[in-house]
């Protein structure tokens, strides 16, 4: 047997254990590999599932900006970080229900509503939801994240057509209590139990570039993999280095490290939309290409993330038809189910 394997194969246990668990050990051997091997390995798992070179656009918008009472040391929107991103009242539906159809007229096929929360008071729930079947009544598949959930939530999100609930681990467990301090890592493990149970799909992932090594690479990796079932959507985002945030001046990852972060992904999780996140418009059309290469299948598309800057649409138009990539034009709603059933 190969040396690199599931902990469940390695010790025998496959029939017994129908998901596989991923040891942090495994994943680092993974990370480890030359990286021709491991990109050789995450295309033919990419090809097995998915055609290789569709890119599903997905666009983001801020439904609420800035003024988050929680510490998360990369993030802009936290109130007590003194950056250029002001406190901002949670938008209208109607003006929403605008950018959602000017994303569509675009070409994106997902949209995704941040608000920069601890999580949603039911007041502001209520608005969200008016939101989702609005968007969803447009075609589009939607997402949401909006902080942590409590009980019933997610089931209301559910109700009114939400596909995806974003909820990121961010980093490894042993990591995250440097980063972040205002909660902790099982707050958004529970979440994640909540959104799981309402019977929505999950999109959960992290962030590389905040200093941490490539062993809490791996760990991040594989506590995404193990979750039962691994998330549908898996964004890796890399860290958008805003001034005025704790993290403003963290020696930048190294390109090829992020690549095989993003290939380490696909080969653990499957059947997982894989998305190179935020950080894009800082890396090289070269390196957008070999994480297409190693497996990435998502992107965020149009010339804002949240609140940082990300590649204009023309010019990822251009990328993908000099890569002879293309738009995935279908909902990828059917794949996602068969990756809940893995
Ligand atoms: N407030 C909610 C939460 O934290 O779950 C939802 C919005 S929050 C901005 C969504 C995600 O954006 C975070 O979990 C984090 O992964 C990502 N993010 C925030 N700031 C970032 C940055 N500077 N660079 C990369 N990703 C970032
Ligand atoms: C995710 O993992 N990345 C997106 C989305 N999910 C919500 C957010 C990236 C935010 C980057 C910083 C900003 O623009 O504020
Ligand atoms: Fe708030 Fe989310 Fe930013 Fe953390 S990542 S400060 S919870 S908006």
């Known amino acids: 047997m190969d040396t690199i394997t599931h902990n469940a194969q390695a010790a025998g246990k496959a029939d017994t254990a129908p998901v596989p668990q991923w040891s942090v050990d495994a ?5 480890d590999l030359p990286f021709n091997d491991l ?6 798992v990419h090809r097995e599932n998915f055609d290789a070179n569709a890119v599903q656009l997905s666009t983001l918008l801020s439904i609420k900006t800035g003024g988050c009472p929680e510490d998360c040391g990369y993030c802009p929107q936290a109130a007590r970080y ?3 991103v002001d406190n901002e009242a949670m938008l ?5 229900v605008a950018a959602a159809k000017a994303a569509r007229d675009q070409g994106a096929t997902r949209f995704c509503m941040g608000a920069a929360w601890r999580g949603p008071k039911q007041r502001e729930l209520d608005r969200v939801l008016q939101m989702v079947k609005a968007v969803r009544g447009l075609g589009m598949e939607t997402c949401a994240t909006l902080g942590m959930l409590k009980a019933g939530q997610a089931e209301q999100l559910k109700d009114a057509g939400l596909d995806y609930y974003n909820h990121n681990l961010d980093t490894a467990p ?9 909660r902790t890592q099982d707050d958004r493990l529970d979440t994640l139990g909540k959104v799981r149970d309402a019977g929505l799909h999950v999109c959960s992932g992290g962030i590389v570039g905040m200093g941490e090594t490539r062993r809490t690479r791996a760990a991040l990796i594989a506590q995404l993999a193990n979750l039962t079932p691994y998330p549908e959507s898996v964004p890796i985002n890399n860290l958008v280095q805003v001034e005025g945030t704790p993290l403003h001046g963290t020696a930048a990852l190294d390109p090829f490290e992020f690549v095989r972060t993003i290939a380490v992904a696909r080969i653990t999780m499957p059947k997982a939309m894989v998305r190179l996140s935020a950080g894009r418009q800082e890396m090289s059309e070269g390196i957008q290409a070999l994480c297409f290469a190693a497996g990435a299948n998502s992107i965020f598309y149009g010339d804002k993330l949240l609140t940082t800057g990300n590649p204009e649409a023309a010019r990822d138009r251009a990328l993908l038809d000099k890569l002879g990539m293309y738009p995935l034009r279908v909902a990828t709603a059917g794949v996602q189910a068969v990756a809940s059933e893995q």
């Open 27 to 31: 994943v680092a051997a993974l990370l």
């Open 39 to 44: 990109l050789f390995r995450a295309q033919t």
């Open 82 to 84: 003194h950056t250029d």
């Open 92 to 96: 209208e539906v109607d003006v929403v």
């Open 174 to 182: 042993e990591f995250y209590g440097s980063i972040v301090s205002t």
